[in-house]
């Protein structure tokens, strides 16, 4: 018979628990188990009553690779490889290929930072140039040459605030020296070509992985494609051990402890066999990834009909920062969101010709987004749409690196050109009132350094380079402006807004944070009146960071 809720009550104050009933939770941590084998224990909860210690206990790989081929791709359960996490060092990529590679709404990760470390040595990437030795040997100059202009003008800076700011009492010398640095690099990495080598880290699910190095190896340049196929083999292949040398002389000492002590000889085998066994953290969840002939398709229809659209469309003048306000379907919102993509026009500019368009041309438009489309593709990104707040913003790429960390946001990104033209460090960008590269005498160099580059990437983008197009992006500095719309609700705008702005931020992206809060005032200030920005036209403290 049914307890009531007074018998119930009563039996529970006299520790008395009904028959099956179970009165204590219980959480534990997990380590040890190699991620597919992870993820597969976690999927057996939707399958099995088993608890987490049996399922792991009685899991081997050949069974978890079992599983998961059934499961994840006959039936298409893509939700167990969220389960499966794997870290990743992924070092000595190019800025343009790290950009890339960031680029899932998806990831974790940290990369080298332009702020805080000297990039002379890092080096950088030489792409392939076939028999165009003239385009080869301009590459490599550019390169030089502003690597030579991002140390005298970090230098220049650095003299500058030192002489003109005074140490604070109290604070050590090296750290003093260490913030001026920063300040200075804030102004220098202007001039950082996407050549530059860096290095980075990501901890992302095998079905975050999985898209991405699929979206890696459809890419159109070598490098990026190349970057796929490491990461496959990264995470099919044996993965790095930390303790493996610790438990390697933990063997040789059990081993040389005498031919006499068998039972200490058996131990050594069985250490062996646990501790220095290889281990494959996603061995059958991404061995499948391929290039992906929807996105591939798709952009190529795309930046076709764009490319007819657009023709005669003038490019307009666009603010740094335009919150574009809805007045269009749905529809006409992804379709404009498509062209976009593929395009380097302002996302009000195309917004307002679809808007003309009839409903069956703006049906054409879907259709080239959506009809290459496979069985388990996910939607391109042009589709998350419905935001309340999208912001097309129109700023240097190192800034924009930043921005690129808010992944709460749909992020839809036009491809790099020195077409769009670059930014400076302003008048009181960096301190009041001052316009750091004039008073440190390198503004002329600066100028003439990005000038360069981008005269030479256009020069050769029409070479006879393989790839010559996508090689001709390496050359740009970070220095040159590119257009991405940030489509998000409230939250996110507000999120923004009051991180970015804050003093120890860049400069670049504090003025981006600050004009997204003035164009949220202008369009809804009841809810701006709640943000709490600081203002970027106000001086700030250079040792705050």
């Keep these: 018979m049914p307890y009531s809720v007074r018998e119930t009550l009563l039996m529970s104050s006299e520790s008395f628990s009904p028959p099956g009933a179970?009165?204590?939770?219980?959480?534990?941590?997990?380590?040890?188990?190699d991620p597919e084998i992870l993820a597969y224990a976690m999927a057996k909860y939707s399958r099995s009553k088993l608890s987490m210690r049996e399922s792991l206990t009685e899991i081997s790989s050949q069974r978890a690779e079992q599983f998961l081929n059934t499961f994840y791709f006959q039936y298409g359960h893509r939700s167990i490889a969220d389960l499966a996490h794997i870290a990743f060092a992924v070092e000595r990529l190019s800025l343009l290929a790290a950009i890339v590679l960031v680029d899932e709404t998806r990831w974790d990760g940290q990369e080298r930072s332009t702020r805080y470390q000297n990039f002379l040595e890092s080096g950088w990437y030489l792409p392939g140039f076939g028999d165009d030795s003239g385009s080869a040997g301009l590459y490599a100059q550019t390169i030089e040459s502003l690597f030579a202009?991002?140390?005298?003008?970090?230098?220049?800076?650095?003299?500058?605030?030192?002489?003109?700011?005074?140490?604070?009492?109290?604070?050590?010398?090296?750290?003093?020296?260490?913030?001026?640095?920063?300040?200075?690099?804030?102004?220098?990495?202007?001039?950082?070509?996407?050549?530059?080598?860096?290095?980075?880290?990501?901890?992302?699910?095998?079905?975050?992985?999985?898209?991405?190095?699929?979206?890696?190896?459809?890419?159109?340049?070598?490098?990026?494609?190349?970057?796929?196929?490491?990461?496959?083999?990264?995470?099919?292949?044996?993965?790095?051990?930390?303790?493996?040398?610790?438990?390697?002389?933990?063997?040789?000492?059990?081993?040389?402890?005498?031919?006499?002590?068998?039972?200490?000889?058996g131990l050594a085998e069985e250490a062996a066999a646990l501790f220095t066994r290889e281990v494959r953290?996603?061995?059958?969840?991404?061995?499948?990834?391929?290039?992906?002939?929807?996105?591939?398709?798709?952009?190529?229809?795309?930046?076709?009909?764009?490319?007819?659209?657009?023709?005669?469309?003038?490019?307009?003048?666009?603010?740094l920062v335009d919150l574009v306000e809805r007045t269009e379907s749905l529809e006409a919102e992804i379709a404009a969101t498509l062209l976009y993509s593929a395009s380097h026009h302002p996302y009000r500019q195309i917004r307002d010709l679809v808007s003309g368009l009839s409903g069956a041309q703006i049906a054409e438009i879907i259709d080239l987004g959506a009809g290459h489309r496979g069985r388990h593709d996910e939607a391109l990104r042009a589709f998350h749409a419905g935001a309340a707040l999208r912001y097309d913003i129109h700023m240097d790429i190192g800034g924009f690196r930043d921005m690129h960390r808010h992944r709460r946001c749909t992020q839809i990104i036009q491809s790099m050109t020195w077409e769009q033209g670059y930014e400076s460090p302003g008048p009181g960008d960096l301190a009041a009132g001052s316009d750091i590269l004039s008073e440190a005498g390198v503004l002329n160099e600066y100028n003439s350094a990005v000038q360069s580059a981008h005269a030479a990437a256009a020069q050769i983008a029409t070479g006879r380079a393989p790839e010559a197009a996508q090689t001709a992006q390496y050359l740009l500095p970070l220095a040159t402006r590119i257009r991405a719309l940030f489509k998000m609700d409230a939250a996110e705008a507000q999120y923004i807004a009051e991180l970015r702005s804050a003093p120890a931020g860049h400069f670049s992206y504090r003025r981006v944070a600050w004009e997204m809060y003035l164009a949220l005032q202008r369009q809804h200030p009841e809810l701006a009146k709640h943000v709490r920005v600081t203002d970027f036209t106000q001086p700030i403290d250079l040792f705050q960071r």
């Design 22 to 33: 179970r009165t204590q939770t219980e959480v534990f941590a997990v380590h040890g188990a």
């Design 149 to 265: 202009t991002y140390q005298r003008v970090s230098a220049a800076v650095l003299a500058l605030l030192g002489s003109r700011v005074a140490r604070p009492e109290g604070m050590k010398a090296e750290t003093y020296e260490r913030t001026l640095r920063a300040r200075a690099f804030d102004v220098a990495r202007y001039l950082l070509p996407l050549a530059t080598n860096t290095s980075l880290g990501q901890i992302v699910s095998a079905r975050t992985l999985e898209t991405q190095v699929s979206r890696l190896l459809s890419h159109p340049t070598a490098e990026i494609r190349l970057l796929g196929e490491k990461l496959r083999e990264a995470a099919t292949g044996p993965a790095w051990n930390l303790n493996a040398r610790a438990a390697q002389d933990f063997i040789e000492k059990l081993r040389g402890s005498g031919s006499g002590a068998e039972e200490l000889q």
């Design 281 to 319: 953290t996603a061995p059958t969840l991404v061995k499948y990834a391929q290039p992906n002939t929807y996105l591939m398709e798709s952009q190529r229809a795309l930046a076709q009909a764009a490319a007819e659209m657009l023709r005669d469309a003038p490019m307009v003048h666009a603010p």
